[in-house]
């Protein structure tokens, strides 16, 4: 529900003076609540609130004294990477009592502590409600004992709640991601690429314990992310019998010259009885079954420590400034809310709404109504399942559409992490709905050469963990040698395209849209799903390989950040990749804490540069020991790296010195991450269907062949803030810069302002775009489906 524009205002109109804001974390950790903390802390006081520390949760706030501690901008530095939570958390028996609330109440009047920001699971958020809904009966009965004068009743009349869900196990209803899950999942699927190789040497079946005792969002996505064998929930017990089928599947993988099978089990995985599935069950029955040497291995608590993803990091930071700007615009009769994100868009929902749906899901699951959990765990969760369910059985050739149509894949442009995912979705539900799928080596280079070859289910096993491009990538575009490709597509029959690409694969669909004009064999279905580093593909906030890139810029940035501690001060300048758009330096320089991002969509002059320079300096003269500065490699033609750098270190001598790094096609490289894998895999499923709906329409009985001539038929699809939307890409010319290859307008630019107000920079922040009260529905359009997320 987006703000009418007349509501249009800046933070600024949003003054926290004389206010209080505390916060605390609670219930499990879960990586990324720091960086949560770190925004509170910094946002409260940029708006001039007092901000507080409450430390071990509950318990703190009920024995108060050193507990409640007031927060600065510098005790919150260097914690943004830093895993867990360095404020404690604590489960307190003792605030479930009343005497253990009337304690906390008293302990936050003597601060005027009347605004609290939560960041927990569903019990934290359901005991800070009842709190709030017994604040005032707490303050009487405080006045009665003589505990606070009676002017303080009305002083501290409401107490506001904003909660953030912190969970790794992903289990709140109503917000897509929680904090800690994408980092758990990091975690899962750092393990599970790791045991593939020694599996695949020996000839190993591994069944993998992960968390979630009562949801299977990480086994399942885990599951999606890595092409696992099996899978087993609690939402979603398998039939009885399943066993019989499971050892099947195996058996029939190691026929196939599958060297190894990875089982995945969720903690509180039962059967349709309710009774729990172990790994010890699963490893004796493949054993008994089959013979196979089959090891477990339990993940545990390795699956919530190390340092937060970049994804995390953004979203915690996005959620405490949302969780700030909630609690200076709540009035005495706004519910308690919790901030979260749908798609890319921040909203605010009901708190005592989220918990309730999520205590249905329970309960379905108890009265054995397993349908009606997975439903109500959301349609990202309900998309999941079924996109697992699709690639990883395959249905027997009986069973399958016989269509007759002949689908290419291609990759266009540079290489990016998660492409392989993609064409792994798309040749696999091709398959499924009965096409011949045919896979073009080296993009159209290889297309006017006729390296093509048809793919089969069992070639693009494990693709899914691979980085780069497994079927071979060009920047070359199509029409010089259109002649060549159209003679290509009808010598092999090809009725649909579905090119997985960079700028170059857009470009390159208008140039085939402009031949259909001359080659009837363009006149076919043709669809592309966007993959490149530099996310600068029009009509996509998201694409392919962006966040492996974002953690690889982040990962190196907390290394050289730490290369200087317990040094001297020191300012390090990193150029990162991206052409002319500025995303990973932006989102990246949000991840890392950076201090200042230079890109092109932003000028900058050399007065800006000094005012930086002398930002940098002030802080030094602190407690602030090392500054980050990211610049976009082409963000100024005469403002090089080395320019940057020779400024700071001369304007800065004698308070800091710098050092620079040119990252490089690092950022292109490595494993893609579980957001990249899942995000290809769903996206370019998505797009498969479409191609099979567009062939069954565009099909002419009369003449035998497949004939579209539209421009909607030639599409590309994009993550539009909360929707997946196929959008003619003739109609994304008017929103392209095609002289510097980056949109006309770009999401992120909204972000850039939050990374200076955290780096103590004053600036406006528009909090047109900020989130809106809305209710939690039980199932979102399917248009408005932002389970690409995850």
């Known amino acids: 529900m987006a703000k009418p524009e007349s509501k249009k205002i800046f933070f600024e109109n949003l003054s926290g003076a004389g206010k209080a804001i505390a916060v605390l974390t609670s219930g499990g950790d879960a990586q990324g609540m720091n960086a949560a903390v770190r925004a509170v802390v ?43 939570t360095v404020i404690g958390s604590a489960r307190c028996k003792e605030f479930r009592s009343h005497e253990g609330r009337l304690k906390a109440a008293l302990n936050l ?25 017994e604040w005032s009966g707490l303050l009487a009965e405080l006045v009665e004992q003589g505990s606070i004068e009676a002017d303080a009743v009305s002083k501290y009349s409401a107490l506001h709640i904003v909660g ?33 190789t020694t599996a695949q040497s020996h000839q190993r079946t591994f069944v993998l314990e992960v968390m979630g005792r009562h949801c299977g969002y990480l086994a399942l996505v885990s599951a999606l992310a890595c092409g696992a064998d099996w899978v087993l929930i609690p939402e979603m017990p398998p039939e009885d ?76 930071s996005r959620m405490g400034v949302e969780a700030v700007l909630a609690l200076l615009e709540t009035t005495a009769n706004t519910p308690a809310c919790v901030v979260s994100l749908c798609g890319n868009q921040s909203v605010r929902l009901p708190l005592m709404e989220c918990v309730q749906m999520t205590q249905e899901v329970q309960r379905a699951m108890d009265g054995k109504r397993f349908e009606e959990a997975v439903k109500l765990r959301g349609r990202s969760f309900e998309n999941n399942l079924k996109t697992y369910k699709l690639l990883a059985h395959r249905k027997p050739e009986s069973e399958l559409p016989t269509s007759n149509f002949n689908v290419a894949v291609l990759n266009v442009g540079a290489p990016a992490a998660g492409m392989n995912a993609a064409v792994r979705s798309a040749v696999r539900v091709g398959i499924s709905e009965g096409h011949k799928m045919f896979a073009v080596s080296d993009g159209f280079e290889g297309f006017y050469k006729g390296q093509i070859r048809e793919i089969k289910w069992a070639d693009v096993g494990g693709w899914t963990g691979q980085g780069g491009s497994l079927l071979g990538t060009k920047r070359t575009l199509p029409a010089k040698h259109v002649d060549k490709i159209a003679e290509q597509m009808r010598e092999h029959n090809i009725n649909a395209l579905l ?26 279905p043709m669809v592309m799903v966007p993959a490149t580093v530099s996310n600068n593909v029009p009509g996509s906030d998201l694409s392919i390989g962006a966040d492996t890139a974002l953690n690889a810029i982040t990962a190196t940035c907390d290394r050289i950040k730490q290369s200087a501690s317990g040094t001297k001060r020191r300012v390090f300048i990193i150029e990162t990749m991206g052409g002319y758009c500025g995303y990973l330096a932006s989102v990246g320089g949000l991840a890392a804490g950076a201090d200042a991002a230079y890109i092109f969509e932003e000028p900058f002059d ?11 300096t002030e802080k030094m003269k602190t407690s602030i020991q090392r500054g980050l500065v990211l610049r976009n490699e082409n963000c100024n033609e005469n403002y090089t790296t080395d320019f940057i750098y020779q400024l700071y270190s001369e304007e800065g001598r004698g308070v800091f010195d710098s050092r620079k790094n040119v990252l490089g096609h690092m950022q292109q490289g490595g494993a893609p991450s579980p957001f990249d894998r899942n995000f290809g895999t769903k996206i370019s499923a998505k797009a498969m269907q479409w191609v099979t709906k567009k062939l069954v329409e565009t099909f002419r009985h009369d003449e035998g062949r497949v004939f579209a001539n539209t421009e909607d038929s030639c599409c590309l699809l994009g993550m539009r803030r909360r929707a997946l939307v196929f959008q003619p890409v003739v109609q994304l010319k008017g929103e392209t810069d095609f002289v510097h290859r980056i949109p ?23 909090v047109s775009d900020s989130g809106q009260l809305e209710h939690v529905v039980r199932n979102r359009p399917k248009e408005s489906d932002a389970s690409v997320a995850m």
Not at 55 to 79: K, P
Not at 164 to 193: K, P
């Open 606 to 616: 050399i007065k800006d540069l000094q005012a930086n320079v002398e930002h940098l």
């Open 241 to 316: 019998g399943w066993e019989d089928k499971m050892c099947q599947k195996l058996s029939a993988n190691r026929a196939g010259m599958k060297r190894l099978n990875i089982l995945i089990v969720a903690e509180g995985a039962i059967d349709r009885s309710n009774r729990p599935i172990t790994t010890d069950y699963i490893k004796d029955l493949v054993v008994k079954c089959l013979g196979f040497d089959t090891r477990v291995t339990i993940l545990g608590h390795v699956q919530r420590g190390g340092t937060p993803s970049a994804f995390d990091r953004i979203l915690a």
């Open 42 to 84: 910094r946002m409260g006081l940029y708006v001039g609130a007092k901000v507080y520390f409450i430390h071990e949760g509950y318990q703190g706030m009920v024995d108060g004294g050193e507990n409640i501690e007031e927060a600065s901008w510098e005790s919150v530095s260097s914690m943004l990477q830093v895993g867990g």
């Open 499 to 524: 090119i997985v690409g960079g700028f170059e694969a857009f470009l390159s669909l208008l140039e085939l849209l402009t031949a259909r004009g001359k080659y009837d064999e363009f006149c076919v």
């Open 164 to 196: 953030m869900v912190g969970s790794i196990d992903n289990d709140f209803c109503g917000t897509d991601m929680t904090i800690g899950t994408d980092s758990a999942l990091h975690r899962i699927i750092e393990v599970v690429d790791a045991i593939m």
């Open 744 to 766: 006309k307008e770009q999401w992120w630019l909204k972000l850039r302002p939050l990374m200076k107000i955290l780096a103590k920079y004053k600036t406006s922040y528009d």
């Open 109 to 133: 009047v003597q601060q005027g502590i009347t605004n609290l920001c939560v960041i927990g699971g569903d019990g934290s958020l359901t005991g800070a409600n009842l709190f709030r809904e």
